[in-house]
């Protein structure tokens, strides 16, 4: 049973346009939202996150959007650059699960020049 | 510097063997991870240690034994190969381990077994 799903396993979009990835979860005890960036071969990094008190979070061309109703939340990068190409996952953890990540399956981005 | 480090980053080995993977951080965290990466691109959490107690064990055979020898090291053994445990695995570490923190990954390691 997948508690986060990323249903797009594949997004590519020219550059300077924004991207758009999304992820749905299940499970309405999840508080704390994560995105991660991996490039091949190396390990996940940390993007964004948000806490289920906010729907939103920016921190420069990256916003995430939250929105608890649905269950839904989504990274936006705007503008998209080629170096933004990667495998994005959301991930998510509840009060309850002490530090448990719940990892969605990817998107992958391809921004073309 | 590296935060988190993982040996090796390559292991090829036979079924029924035994192996061992290391991972190391730097950022003065007290809690550690391990998680899988299947064929499907799952990221799975293995374990958890906070201060060299074990804190989150999921369903895991228990082939596997994570190991802390102290905070800054979590060493995952495992037992008896099998084909099945091909995947990349991959050490994390946080602050406390506590709500709403943010995990920092190593580099993985690519484990094939034939």
């Known amino acids: 049973d997948q508690q986060v799903k990323q249903n797009s396993p594949s997004l590519s979009v020219q550059e300077g346009r924004i991207s758009i990835l999304n992820c749905d979860y299940t499970?309405?005890?999840?508080?704390?939202f994560l995105w991660y960036k991996k490039y091949p071969a190396e390990g996940p990094t940390f993007l964004i996150s948000?806490?289920?008190?906010?729907d939103k979070n920016e921190d420069g061309r990256f916003t995430v959007f939250l929105n608890k109703s649905a269950k839904h939340l989504s990274l936006h990068i705007v503008p998209s650059q080629p170096g933004d190409s990667a495998v994005y996952f959301c991930?998510?953890?509840?009060?309850?699960?002490?530090?448990?990540?719940?990892f969605g399956q990817g998107t992958t981005l391809q921004v073309k020049p | 510097d590296t935060a988190v480090s993982q040996t090796p980053k390559y292991l090829v080995t036979q079924m029924g063997n035994d192996k061992s993977i290391k991972c190391e951080q730097n950022?003065?965290?007290?809690?550690m991870y391990w998680y899988k990466q299947d064929s499907k691109k799952f990221l799975k959490i293995m374990f958890s240690?906070?201060?060299?107690?074990?804190?989150i064990n999921e369903t895991v055979p228990n082939r596997f034994s994570p190991k802390s020898p102290d905070k800054a090291h979590l060493n995952l053994h495992i037992n008896s190969l099998e084909l099945g445990d091909s995947a990349v695995y991959f050490c994390?570490?946080?602050?406390?381990?506590?709500?709403?923190?943010?995990?920092?990954f190593g580099p993985g390691t690519r484990l094939l077994v034939l």
């Open positions: 499970n309405s005890m999840f508080d704390y």
């Open positions: 950022l003065g965290h007290d809690t």
């Open positions: 994390a570490s946080s602050l406390e381990g506590g709500e709403q923190e943010t995990q920092y």
């Open positions: 948000i806490s289920s008190i906010k």
């Open positions: 991930a998510a953890s509840a009060y309850s699960n002490t530090g448990k990540l719940i």
């Open positions: 240690y906070n201060n060299k107690e074990l804190i």
